[in-house]
């Protein structure tokens, strides 16, 4: 089920409150407007920057800040979709009690739209949660078709190499590497790669590497080995093309230092991943 598709069907259920969780403001909000116009609704939008606004009209300024919202929202009862941009630095006491009345007794739906997953507990029966996905290989791979000097063949290499990424870090990265001059796809896939491992080192919780262990630092296992070499093949771009799924995984099972973590090395390795 898509985005679009989840959004309204959750609103078509009855949802009033709806916590989408993205660093992606520019797509949802794209979205969110498309959805809008195919349920005949009016969107209001609020941010601490832009206040509140409708249709490029600004109806309170961000002086008013939130509180002055939901109390506009409340008392003009106006009907259609609130969308309200990073308001979790904002829902605090009254405001938090605020946004609970206009869902319990307004008639807009409210949309919050952060990069924070967690509802506040106030409002945690009051909302549902949707997250927002990133952007798959072959929606990277749609949007690289825009930037020059990619080569055709190899979009989907480099698509690959981004996924993981948003659509504004995946096109930074490509553009970053081009214009260091790495105009070849592996150059591209690498510099991908060594930008998104930097992105991911800095949340603390995980590490990349790319191993380059083979067979010969591996004892034993001679019968997996052969099975592993066997089904390399599986995984390139062209199965996909032929529509031979991927395998889902191997479950490694032994005590501390039998080799295990070396194995998995070897088989990214083997991969190029």
């Known amino acids: 089920m898509t985005f679009q598709e989840n959004i309204q069907l959750a609103t078509l259920a009855g949802a009033r409150g709806i916590w989408i969780t993205t660093f992606e403001e520019v797509r949802v909000r794209e979205e969110l407007f498309n959805v809008a116009g195919n349920c005949d609704q009016l969107i209001f939008m609020w941010s601490a920057a832009s206040g509140l606004q409708s249709e490029d009209t600004v109806i309170l300024p961000p002086a008013a800040k939130l509180v002055g919202a939901l109390q506009y929202m409340q008392d003009s009862k106006q009907e259609g979709w609130f969308v309200l941009f990073d308001a979790h ?14 869902i319990l007794y ?13 509802i506040p507990f106030e409002l ?21 078709k825009k930037i020059r000097d990619i080569p055709a063949s190899g979009i989907f290499q480099v698509a690959e190499s981004a996924v993981g990424l948003t659509l504004h870090e995946a096109h930074y990265a490509i553009r970053r590497a081009v214009l ?8 591209l896939v690498h510099n991908v790669w060594e930008y998104k491992t930097n992105q991911i080192a800095q949340s603390g919780m995980l590490t ?10 591996v004892a034993g296992v001679y019968g997996f080995r052969s099975w592993i070499d066997a089904r390399l093949r599986v995984f390139s771009p062209e199965a996909r093309k032929k529509g031979v799924p991927i395998p889902r995984g191997v479950l490694f099972v032994g005590p501390y230092g039998t080799g295990k973590s070396l194995i998995s090395k070897v088989i990214a390795s083997k991969l190029g991943w």
């Not at 006491?93 to 946004?99: A, E, P, S, Y």
């Not at 307004?106 to 967690?118: D, H, I, L």
């Not at 990349?208 to 630092?217: A, F, G, K, L, Y």
Request: a neutral charge.
């Open 89 to 102: 630095a904002d829902l605090q006491d009254g405001v938090l009690r605020r946004v609970r009345e206009l």
């Open 106 to 118: 307004g008639v807009a739906k409210c949309f919050m739209v952060s990069p924070k997953s967690e």
């Open 124 to 144: 945690s029966h009051e909302f549902i949660s949707i997250p927002y996905r990133l952007p798959t290989t072959v929606e990277l791979a749609d949007s690289m």
């Open 180 to 187: 260091a001059g790495h105009r070849k796809i592996p150059g």
């Open 208 to 217: 990349i590497s790319r191993p380059s262990e083979t067979w010969n630092d």
